[in-house]
């Protein structure tokens, strides 16, 4: 994806007005300037930000706001860094996600946060995979702890804490137990070969289940420091916003 900063903050005047035409009159770009600069973000991002449908006059998507306010948000966010830098102050909230199966860690950090770092406030949330990829990339994420990268892109704030290795269950062969990740990646055929299938997101549910009913699947062990082959990696990744101090007594924080 290349880089759209300034078509982005075109974007984000523009869904102020009804539609192109009459945001072509106040954002200072001719309408055929504007609806160029919509188009390469509906070809960079794969999305539609505009309902072409209407004979006269085409409208904005939901899509078309919602990316609007995740750069708004992003701004702003930047923005209170600046200014914490420029004061000298740390960071007063931040907002974590975590896989269920790294919770200690998460927990860890937040504690540290609070007693070492500083930070005011902190919200933790657990999420599956893929919505912990979701919010993160999308900005709603400030730190995360996961067991994969999320996307292709390299990240500036990345620590490997420890590993976790996923332990093989069969205990019972009419039930497949999987987390909505494992789903969406599973060989469909070789899933509904199965009597049943029990999908859910929440680790503690699927945990609950092979204790009580059994299954086959998979459960990742308990978290622990250092690296272990062929085992998956615990990863605390940094959102770009985060300013480098912060980061810095962060890691330095969960090292000691």
């Given amino acids: 994806m290349q880089q759209l900063y300034y078509e982005l903050s075109v974007l984000a005047k523009a869904v102020n007005f009804k539609n192109l035409s009459a945001a072509a009159l106040h954002v200072g770009l001719s309408q055929p300037q504007l609806s160029r600069i919509i188009a390469k973000i509906e070809d960079e991002l794969k999305i539609v930000l505009l309902d072409r449908s209407a004979k006269r006059k085409s409208g904005w ?3 078309a706001f919602q990316l609007a306010e995740i750069f708004e948000k992003s701004i702003r966010r930047l923005e209170l860094e ?3 830098i420029s004061n000298n102050q740390m960071v007063g909230e931040l907002h974590i996600g975590t896989l269920e199966g790294l919770s200690d860690f998460a927990l860890k950090a937040v504690h540290l946060c609070f007693e070492e770092v500083g930070v005011k406030k902190i919200t933790l949330d657990i999420f599956d995979l893929n919505e912990l990829e979701a919010n993160f990339l999308s900005g709603n994420l400030d730190l995360i702890f996961t067991s994969k990268q999320p ?10 804490l420890g590993f976790q290795k996923l332990e093989e269950i069969n205990s019972n062969k009419n039930f497949t137990v999987l987390s909505s990740f494992e789903y969406g990646r599973a060989n469909k055929k070789e899933v509904e070969a199965f009597p ?21 699947g998979h459960m990742p062990t308990e978290a622990k420091k250092g690296r ?14 985060l300013s480098p101090v912060l980061w810095e007594n962060i890691t330095t924080a969960i090292s000691e």
């Fill in 196 to 216: 049943h299938i029990f999908v859910s997101n929440s680790l503690a549910m699927r945990r609950s289940w092979f204790d009580k009913v059994g299954g086959v």
């Fill in 61 to 63: 998507t939901a899509v």
């Fill in 151 to 160: 996307g292709r892109q390299k990240f500036k704030y990345l620590m490997e």
């Fill in 228 to 241: 272990q082959k062929d085992a998956e990696p615990v990863l605390m990744i940094g959102s770009e916003l």
């Fill in 82 to 84: 600046m200014q914490g």
